[in-house]
């Protein structure tokens, strides 16, 4: 079964310079929910790995995180999406975690509990070290122009840890996925999709 990784904010989410740190903060970005149906439309397994150190800063608690996550996933559901499994790290970057991203921890965990065929998986992020956690583990990586996106473009970063593949957005990049995997949606869904989002993207061929 093909699998999509997922960053969380700046790829599904509007991303804050002080942290979403609560359900009121988080704001779903343009097309995001619209791409979460195609992935379960055509059978992806979708799974979110995200870095949270507010938790490790004392910012928040993890109990808030589980909460914004779990309604989160609740939205994903109630528009015909699926999110199946999350993944974050808690830690700061002095913890020298392995979870961590760019280190592949999650990416890994989630792989070995759900069997993951790494040839049809897929990650998109908005910044390199999401790209370095995918190519760790050898799956192909997406980087979008949301979020951070368009700055890390510019980071010497990225010449170390070239994407995939450059996408606007999460609907952009899942319409690659579904091309490079050769996944056709019908027409009416595509055009239910495209509704929701105010600028059009390369499409996959349809029936």
Not at 8 to 15: A, Q, Y
Not at 26 to 31: A, E, K, R, T
Not at 34 to 63: E, K
Not at 94 to 101: F, L, M, P, V
């Amino acid at each position: 079964m093909q699998t999509v990784f997922l960053d969380r904010d700046g790829v599904i989410n509007e991303n804050r310079i002080d942290h979403v740190k609560s359900w009121q903060e988080f704001v779903f970005l343009p097309g995001a929910l619209a791409a979460l149906r195609w992935l379960n439309l055509a059978g992806f397994r979708v799974f979110v790995v995200t870095n949270q150190a507010i938790i490790g800063r004392g910012i928040v608690p993890a109990s808030v995180v589980e909460d914004i996550h779990t309604r989160m996933q609740v939205q994903v559901a109630l528009h015909g999406g699926q999110i199946h499994d999350i993944r974050y790290c808690p830690h700061d970057d002095h913890a020298k975690c392995d979870c961590r991203k760019p280190r592949p921890g999650m990416l890994r965990d989630l792989a070995r509990r759900w069997n993951v065929d790494l040839t049809h998986a897929y990650l998109v992020g908005d910044a390199w070290s999401d790209i370095a956690a995918g190519h760790a583990i050898g799956i192909r990586s997406i980087l979008v122009r949301t979020g951070r996106g368009a700055q890390q473009l510019a980071r010497p970063e990225i010449q170390q840890h070239p994407p995939d593949h450059v996408a606007n957005d999460l609907l952009g990049a899942v319409a690659w996925i579904m091309h490079q995997e050769e996944v056709a949606l019908t027409r009416r869904g595509v055009a239910q999709s495209l509704h929701e989002r105010s600028v059009g993207v390369p499409l996959f061929s349809v029936r």
